[in-house]
Nanobody, 120 residues
Framework: VQLQASGGGAVQPGGSLRLSCAASGFRFSFEDMGWWRQAPGKEREFVAAITWRDPRTLYSEAVKGRFLISRDNAKNTVALEMNSLKVEDTAIYYC??????????????WGQGTQVTVSS
């Protein structure tokens, strides 16, 4: 299993970024996927997840209404569109192949993260 996140960078508050995660080594089309993040000095936290079929999405309260998760099964990629970014969104963002969807999305395999920094 390989998961490579990209698209991070530095942005001002209110700005936008689009993260992408390229997956390989497993049957991506049949796996639920998600994004987590870890801010300095804090534990890794759930951000968003998407199911493999009839895609359903789930978001943390912190990002609901601002972030959008999507997937392209033809390209084996999962994306996270981040809008109205806040300073508290600063973190390393990781994509994951989920090991569980219900009752709570739980991560399985991790990929390398991508740094997102929101500051003025």
């Amino acid at each position: 299993v390989q998961l490579q996140a990209s698209g991070g960078g530095a942005v001002q508050p209110g700005g936008s970024l689009r993260l992408s995660c390229a997956a390989s080594g497993f049957r991506f089309s049949f796996e639920d996927m998600g994004w987590w993040r870890q801010a300095p000095g804090k534990e890794r936290e759930f951000v968003a997840a998407i199911t493999w079929r009839d895609p359903r999405t789930l978001y943390s309260e912190a990002v609901k209404g601002r972030f959008l998760i999507s997937r392209d099964n033809a390209k084996n990629t999962v994306a996270l569109e981040m809008n109205s970014l806040k300073v508290e969104d600063t973190a390393i963002y990781y994509c994951s192949k989920l090991r569980q969807w219900r009752p709570t999305p739980l991560p399985g395999y991790w990929g390398q993260g991508t740094q997102v920094t929101v500051s003025s």
